[in-house]
């Protein structure tokens, strides 16, 4: 669904953090996007959703009749223009900088949250830093991600925030921010959306743990700490790469017991990952600070049943169980509840779950829903 533009743009139009005129459009209204510009550098790989977040956020702006400038977020791009826009749109360095600058009268500046507010995510980051600490006394703050640079106008004077979280996480920005909220769901990739939805007959114990970046703040150390006391249970943990220090620690409950399967750095569309998700009926994701996680919202839309923490920005639904705490207690008990289903509530859940998705996550959805949040509030 994606327009193409790698042979249409030059090799040196594209090969820089601000791309003029994306899509080499005429019309009479500018936008400016604060995202990320690989996307549209090389060919999707199937490792993120925000590949296609992007190419929706500006396909959408295009659509609506915007010529679209995109810039790296967190470059410190010089001499932009900003009086030129009638939209600014995204977070990091460069919307900061347009509260910096003179803009049009009327201009809108739209922040874009794919987590949480900053102040919650430093504190969230730093708590499970040292709750990491307490268990193990190893100091791994790289494992969390507390934001060194504030975008302090951004997160309190932006006209509009469209946040990728609902409850606890939408919530909290409510409280911080004082101007119009809306909330969005995140976009799946779809590599699962074709599988073939689960069964009574193919119900297992078995739970995947599937997380990009900064272990200690997805609560990989509160899955591990209940997999050294659960070798009934099957547990597949997928992620881009570990920390040295962190897997060493946990090297007994991640290298010597077969009840735990490791994977690092696999595609989403690879033989390894379909098979995973084959084998798996439950997702988990204990995470500190989040929204709507792709780890999480992707194995969903082929039938597994979440255990989240309430952190992960997920509306409440009978077929997503919560953590209230982030503990390994806590952890236990909600898998406790899953597993206590009966067949056929666990079949009706798992539908529930991939229906829910398959509904409000696809690009095509919440590309949809984005159109008309900007179709309700520009100008």
């Known amino acids: 669904m994606f327009k193409k533009i790698f042979k249409k743009r030059d090799k040196e139009a594209i090969n820089q953090t601000l791309i003029n005129n994306l899509y080499q459009t005429n019309y009479d209204r500018h936008v400016l996007i604060s995202y990320i510009v690989t996307p549209f550098k090389v060919e999707n790989n199937f490792l993120h959703q925000n590949y296609f977040t992007a190419h929706l956020i500006t396909e959408a702006f295009s659509e609506l009749g915007y010529n679209v400038d995109v810039v790296d977020f967190i470059s410190k791009t010089e001499h932009i223009n900003y009086e030129k826009y009638q939209v600014v749109f995204g977070f990091g360095y460069n919307f900061e900088q347009s509260f910096y600058h003179k803009m049009q009268n009327n201009s809108i500046r739209i922040l874009f949250v794919t987590g949480a507010h900053e102040e919650f995510q430093n504190m969230m980051s730093l708590k499970c830093v040292e709750d990491f600490y307490q268990l ?18 951004a997160m309190h004077s932006s006209d509009i925030v ?19 909220l809306y909330s ?45 006391l659960r070798s009934d249970l099957n547990f597949y943990i997928v992620v881009p790469s570990l920390n040295p220090e962190l897997e060493e620690y946990y090297y007994e409950a991640l290298h010597e017991r077969e009840n735990v399967f490791l994977f690092k750095n696999i595609s989403m569309d690879s033989i390894e990952m379909r098979e995973i998700i084959e084998k798996c009926s439950y997702t988990l994701s204990p995470s500190y600070v989040d929204g ?28 997503i169980f919560e953590m209230d705490e982030l503990t390994m207690e806590c952890l236990m008990l ?17 539908d529930k779950v991939k229906k829910y998705i398959l ?3 696809t690009v095509s959805s919440v590309k949809n829903s984005f159109k008309n949040l900007m179709t309700e509030n520009l100008r």
């Open 162 to 180: 469209v946040i990728l979280a609902e409850s606890h996480i939408y919530d909290d920005f409510r409280t911080r921010f004082k101007n119009t």
């Open 334 to 350: 909600n898998i406790e509840e899953v597993l206590a289903l009966s067949d056929e509530a666990y079949l009706q859940k798992s």
């Open 292 to 319: 709507l996680p792709g780890g999480t919202i992707e194995p969903m839309s082929a039938g597994l049943i979440p255990i989240v923490s309430k952190y992960c920005g997920f509306a409440k639904k009978d077929f």
């Open 184 to 228: 969005l769901n995140n976009n799946i990739i779809g590599a699962f959306i074709g599988f073939t939805p689960k069964t009574i007959a193919n119900r297992t114990a078995n739970f995947l743990y599937l997380s990009g970046a900064y272990q200690l703040a997805k609560g990989l150390h509160i899955l591990l700490e209940v997999v050294k």
């Open 136 to 153: 193990s006394k190893h100091w791994l703050p790289s494992e969390s991600k507390v934001l060194a640079a504030s975008t302090y106008y």
């Open 359 to 361: 509904d409000n996550f």
